[in-house]
C-alpha cells in the first residue's frame, strides 16, 4: 500500500546550519500530493508546506521543499536553522486508503536546535 | 473564531469504562478524520468521515465507533478502554477528501489506569 518513509528519527544542530529532513514515498496514483506538518510542543500538527508539481520549489517561513516524481521524494530544507524550528516534523502523502484518499503521515523527524 | 474545537483536553479512567470524546469544526469543511498519535507519536488515521460516508481504518478495534449528527460535528466512542488506548486523539477536518490541507484540533490526551 502507500506510504511514507522519513529516515531520521533525531536531528539535532546548532543555529545556523542548514536542515534537510529526508522524505520518501510510495503511490499508487500518478499525481501525488505531498505535505510538511510541524507540531511545536503540546501543540498539534500545522501545515507548514504542501505541493503536487512537479519539479517546482515550495517555499514558506524559510522552508523549501521540491517534489521529484522520478525519485518520489519530498524533501524539506532550510538554509538556516533557529531555535523556534526546534519541532517534531512529518511528512504526509495523499495516498490511497482503503479504495479513498486521506493522508499518510511519515514516522515524524524530531528536529532540536540549540545555541 | 474558525477553528476545529476538542473536548475534553484530558480524560483520565479505568479500564473497561466508556469514553466519549467531541470534535467540532467551524471553517465550513465535509471532511473530519479521527487520529491517534502514540507515545512515540506515531499519527495513524482512525476514521474519516465525509457526506455521510465513513472509512474505517481496518486495524481499528471494534470497540472504537464514530459518531456524527452533521457535518460539523464527529465525535469518538470508546465502549472498554484498554491501556493501550492511552494516547492522543486529534480531531481534524479538511475540504474535500485527501486532496487538502487538514486542520487539526488540540487534541484530547487519554490516560488509561
Known amino acids: 500500500g502507500d506510504s511514507v518513509t522519513q529516515t531520521e528519527g533525531l536531528v539535532t544542530l546548532t543555529e545556523g546550519l542548514p536542515v534537510m529532513l529526508n522524505c520518501t514515498y510510495q503511490t499508487i496514483y500518478s499525481n501525488p500530493f505531498l505535505f510538511w506538518y510541524v507540531q511545536h510542543l503540546n501543540e498539534s500538527p500545522r501545515l507548514l508546506l504542501k505541493?503536487?508539481?512537479?519539479?517546482k520549489r515550495t517555499e514558506h517561513q524559510g522552508f523549501h521543499a521540491t517534489l521529484h516524481k522520478s525519485s518520489s521524494s519530498f524533501h524539506l530544507q532550510k538554509s538556516s536553522a533557529q531555535l523556534s524550528d526546534s519541532a517534531l516534523y512529518y511528512c504526509a502523502l495523499s495516498g490511497d486508503y482503503q479504495g479513498g484518499r486521506a493522508l499518510i503521515f511519515g514516522t515524524g523527524t524530531t528536529v532540536s536546535v540549540s545555541p | 473564531e474558525t477553528a476545529v474545537f476538542q473536548t475534553p483536553n484530558y480524560h483520565v479512567t479505568q479500564v473497561g469504562n466508556e469514553v466519549s470524546f467531541n470534535c467540532k469544526q467551524t471553517?465550513?469543511?465535509?471532511?473530519m478524520y479521527w487520529y491517534k498519535q502514540d507515545s512515540k507519536k506515531l499519527l495513524k488515521i482512525m476514521f474519516s468521515y465525509n457526506n455521510k460516508q465513513l472509512i474505517v481504518n481496518e486495524t481499528v478495534p471494534r470497540r472504537f465507533s464514530p459518531q456524527s449528527s452533521d457535518k460539523a460535528h464527529l465525535n469518538l466512542r470508546i465502549k472498554s478502554v484498554e491501556p493501550e488506548d492511552s494516547a492522543v486523539y486529534l480531531c481534524a477536518s479538511s475540504s474535500g477528501t485527501g486532496l487538502y490541507e487538514q486542520y487539526f484540533g488540540p487534541g484530547t490526551r487519554l490516560t488509561v489506569l
Open positions: 505541493s503536487f508539481t512537479d519539479n
Open positions: 471553517l465550513g469543511h465535509d471532511t
